[in-house]
């Protein structure tokens, strides 16, 4: 194993919230006349940033101003129904089958992200957490994640990231980092193969193919 460190992502990998990712983003279309969109659809289209998303999804324009307000009342739906929210199946296992330091970096509001991450038992399981410190989500990850080794003081050589998402591969490949993609988050697991990128079915064995790189 030549990486040391290992940065998981959140949403769709060590927390099984597709379908309330779904659920919000339709209650928030349907305050414009849009359509619902199923979770199959969801996972063939969705990329950052997500205003593109909302777009091809809307099938028009959208604006900074009109991304910003779906934006909050997607959230807004996403926290009435975090709480019947749990993490993925073998996430606990994953977590514990990796041998070096791990982080956790989130495209979540950090405020809310912290004490979220410890009701699911994983206080002091991190290294760092992060989560966004912006009032409106949607970019991409690249720079969050530049900015978050270097509060680790660890170079994207020696790190691993774990995601479900295109977006967090490109985040890895900015900084020099190896990335393996969950088939179980946001983006249909053919999209994640024709990557090129090492893909997994489990978050086991994600942490397993990590080791081997």
Do not use: C
């Not at 495209?107 to 966004?132: C, K, N, Q, S």
């Not at 090492?198 to 790189?213: F, G, I, T």
């Amino acid at each position: 194993m030549t990486a040391k460190h290992l940065v998981w992502d959140w949403n769709g990998t060590l927390l099984d919230d597709l379908h309330l990712v779904v659920s919000s983003t339709n209650e928030a279309f349907a305050t414009v006349g849009g359509r619902a969109v199923e979770a199959d659809e969801h996972r063939r289209a969705f990329r950052r940033p997500v205003a593109e998303f909302y777009a091809e999804m809307l099938g028009r324009a959208v604006d900074a101003e009109e991304f910003g307000r779906l934006d909050r009342i997607f959230h807004d739906a996403y926290r009435l129904g975090l709480t019947d929210i749990a993490l993925a199946a073998d996430a606990l296992a994953a977590i514990k089958t990796w041998p070096g330091t791990q982080s956790l970096l989130s495209m979540w509001f950090h405020d809310e992200l912290v004490p979220a991450v410890e009701t699911y038992g994983l206080a002091g399981v991190f290294a760092r957490i992060d989560g966004l410190r912006t009032e409106v989500g949607g970019d991409l990850k690249a720079g969050h994640l530049a900015r978050h080794l270097a509060g680790l003081g660890v170079t994207g050589a020696e790190v691993v990231l774990i995601g479900d998402s295109l977006d967090d591969a490109a985040a890895a490949d900015s900084v020099g980092a190896a990335s393996v993609l969950y088939t179980g988050g946001f983006t249909d697991p053919v999209r994640l193969r024709e990557s090129g990128r090492p893909v997994a079915d489990s978050l086991v064995d994600a942490v397993k193919m990590a080791m081997s790189l």
